[in-house]
Structures are given as C-alpha cells and as structure tokens.
Nanobody, 117 residues
Framework: QVQLVESGGGLVQAGGSLRLSCAASGSRFMFDVMAWYRQAPGKQRELVAAVAGGGVTNYADSVKGRFTIARDSAKNTVYLQMNSLKPEDTAVYYC???????????WGQGTQVTVSS
C-alpha cells in the first residue's frame, strides 16, 4: 500500500520561508509526476507546482519566482521551498504522486501552512 507522508508545515510571518517535504513508501512503480496542491478555506484545491521525471517543472502564476519544487526520485521524495510567503499562501498543502501510464494517483494527508500578516 502506497503512503505519502508530508512534513514541514507551520506558522510563519509574511516574508518568511518554509520547506515542505513529502516522502512516499510502498510503491512498486516509479512516479513520473510529483506535485504540490493547496486548498484554502472555501476554495477549490489548486495546483501549486509539479515536476516530471525529466525535471521539467510547472508553477502556478501566483507562486512563480517565490516557490521551488524539487524531487529526489531515488528517495521517492518531493520538496517545496516556499520563500517570500504571503498571507494568501495560507492553505492546507497536499502532495500528489502519479504513475500516469497506469492511471495511479496518490495523495498525502495534507499539512497546514499559515502565513500571518
């Protein structure tokens, strides 16, 4: 059974930084896409950043230049470095790992990020 465990969330002042980590265990397959999503209260879950196996990255416009996604495929781990945090970044952050050829998507349990003004 595949499990994703996130860590690194917390409370930070505006302008501060946090680093999220998400480690997967139990998979027999390599994940081709690793991503971070977030969901703020009353809003839909949205894609924050994604990284493919070849290293190609994709970011939401709202985080470009402030967030950096990185992966360690050997460790089945994905990271999200968040700098210059803003109150509007406050949300529950979820990692997602996919094996697209097989249609498998796995989600973490979520970690709260709160940015105070």
């Amino acid at each position: 059974q595949v499990q994703l465990v996130e860590s690194g969330g917390g409370l930070v002042q505006a302008g501060g930084s946090l680093r999220l980590s998400c480690a997967a265990s139990g998979s027999r397959f390599m994940f081709d896409v690793m991503a971070w999503y977030r969901q703020a209260p009353g809003k839909q879950r949205e894609l924050v950043a994604a990284v493919a196996g070849g290293g190609v990255t994709n970011y939401a416009d709202s985080v470009k230049g402030r967030f950096t996604i990185a992966r360690d495929s050997a460790k089945n781990t994905v990271y999200l470095q968040m700098n210059s945090l803003k109150p509007e970044d406050t949300a529950v952050y979820y990692c997602k790992m996919s094996v697209r050829p097989l249609g498998y998507d796995y989600w973490g349990q979520g970690t709260q990020v709160t940015v105070s003004s």
